[in-house]
């Protein structure tokens, strides 16, 4: 039973491989890629039938690499009623690109994806969350490419990017509508609990506890999942033991958890969420700095 009926929350997917880790040697291009034995079909598919029996819609961010190889597992996520979204084409960090470049890769995904799907793509995630205070145009880029909502700023320190301080609700810069990545206080800090290796290592009841703080404050918890989490035979790429931890801890656990989390939260998809905040805010605001639509600042 849904514990949350009138919560707003969002089951997201990063839909990349298990060699799609950030910032290791050896598995950083589409050449290098290409030399592994693909896992993303079978562990997709395996998502998008426990989210069947949830009933939840979830919204899919794929990388444009693997909508190319795998166009088939696009169209089933749009058959199953699950909203298409960009997770850029080459899984590079934003502050590793010119404005050009991202500007390129955002909009040849966004392009790929709807030739695939045939529906609009509105949303973007940037890999790694590296989207930075010194990437400023970052945003607008967006726009030009033709998104109207993002899900990229992680407002807390993050190893690929983060930017602290940062609103925690959604809110506007300029035209777009950005849901930030889910942060609950602990001890006046920042902490995420809801997506990746946070939502592996945090135990349920910590789960439940932080996602209860941060309903209450109004804002929508945005969770997020890669298809390799729920993979325990995967290989394992060579790193070091801090990252080997992060990316491997718990994975045997990570579907039953995960079934919970569907079982007990109400979830809608991002496209159907910024609707609602569009309509609340009457019009796109036009204000370069951020406004926060729900909760926390």
Not at 247 to 269: G, M, Q, W
Request: include cysteine.
């Amino acid at each position: 039973m849904k514990t949350n009926q009138g919560a707003a929350c969002v089951f997201s997917v990063d839909v990349e491989d298990w060699f799609h880790i950030l910032g290791l040697p050896g598995s950083s291009t589409c050449s290098e890629w290409e030399t592994f034995p693909s896992r993303v079909e079978r562990n997709f598919l395996r998502l998008l039938d426990l989210l069947d029996q949830h009933l939840v819609s979830s919204t899919c961010f794929f990388l444009g690499w693997v909508a190319q190889k795998y166009p088939r597992l696009v169209r089933e996520a749009f058959q199953r009623k699950h909203e298409i979204a960009s997770h850029g084409n080459k899984h590079r960090l934003i502050y590793e690109m010119s404005r050009s470049e991202f500007r390129e890769d955002a909009s040849s995904s966004r392009k790929l994806l709807e030739d695939i799907s045939g529906a609009s793509v509105d949303g973007f995630r940037a890999p790694g969350f590296s989207v930075t205070p010194a990437t400023s145009w970052f945003f607008e880029t967006l726009l030009e490419a033709g998104f109207r909502y993002d899900s990229s700023v992680f407002p807390a320190r993050h190893g690929h990017g983060g930017m602290p301080g940062a609103a925690r609700g959604p809110h506007f810069i300029g035209e777009l509508l950005e849901f930030p990545i889910t942060v609950a206080s602990v001890l006046g800090r920042p902490a995420c609990f809801f997506g990746g290796g946070y939502l592996r290592l945090s135990p349920l009841p910590v789960i439940r506890a932080m996602a209860a703080q941060v309903l209450d404050e109004g804002r929508p918890i945005i969770f997020y999942v890669h298809p390799r989490e729920i993979d325990s035979s995967q290989p394992r790429l060579p790193m070091p033991l801090h990252r080997r931890f992060k990316s491997y801890v718990n994975i045997a656990s990570t579907e039953r958890k995960i079934t919970s989390l569907l079982a007990e939260f109400k979830f809608d998809t991002f496209g159907r969420l910024s609707e609602q905040y569009v309509e609340r805010a009457n019009c796109w605001i036009d204000s370069p700095q951020p406004r926060v639509m729900a909760g926390g600042a």
